[in-house]
């Protein structure tokens, strides 16, 4: 009875040392190296890839933002307001009536622009958060913002296809253009603050 006790002791004491030193390894040394390696190599992505603007941040390139007015790019609409905090869609169906009567809602907001809205114009991401939208997007928009701004569309068309960003690794993926860096570019351009 002694030997059993001494042993099943011993067996705690070896599962002990080995919970604290796997503990210490994979829950405290193993985060830190990866945090470092990430800090240090992936900087702007472990930081939020940030924008700034006048030394300010203004936003991250992964999250969408409301712009209001026609002076603005939009991006896709927004199941959560861009509320980074609620990111999420509708989860309507296409057949739900709710979601065709948005999409028809949208889709006559947008006739002003003239022309055939493209998907993302009339339909929401799967996060709420989208950055991107499709050049045709951006296409589709810029004669109304080159109005409202006094620039000639040829100037708004350069600085959308500036603004594109191709397939990722050439083939994965679609064109897009992200609308904060877009609408950015309009800020430099025209010399607003």
Do not use: C
């Not at 990722?168 to 351009?189: C, I, M, Y």
Request: charged letters at 20%.
């Amino acid at each position: 009875m002694a030997t059993s006790s001494l042993t099943v002791g011993r067996q705690t004491l070896a599962a002990l040392r080995v919970f604290l030193v796997l503990t210490v390894l994979l829950g405290v040394l193993y985060p830190a190296a990866v945090w470092g390696v990430g800090r240090v190599a992936f900087h702007d992505q472990a930081t939020g890839s940030l924008i700034r603007h006048d030394g300010r941040v203004i936003g991250s390139s992964l999250i969408g933002q409301r712009f209001t007015g026609p002076q603005w790019f939009h991006g896709r609409p927004s199941a959560t307001d861009y509320s980074g905090d609620a990111s999420g869609g509708s989860n309507l169906a296409a057949s739900d009536e709710r979601q065709r009567a948005a999409v028809s809602a949208r889709r006559n907001a947008l006739s002003r622009f003239g022309g055939t809205p493209p998907p993302d114009a009339l339909t929401m991401s799967a996060s709420g958060l989208d950055p991107d939208i499709s050049p045709a997007y951006a296409r589709l928009q810029a004669r109304t913002v080159a109005a409202t701004r006094g620039l000639p569309v040829g100037t708004v068309q350069r600085l959308i296809d500036a603004a594109t960003t191709g397939r990722a690794a050439g083939f994965l993926g679609e064109p897009r253009v992200d609308v904060l860096r877009l609408n950015l570019s309009l800020l430099r351009h025209t010399g607003e603050k």
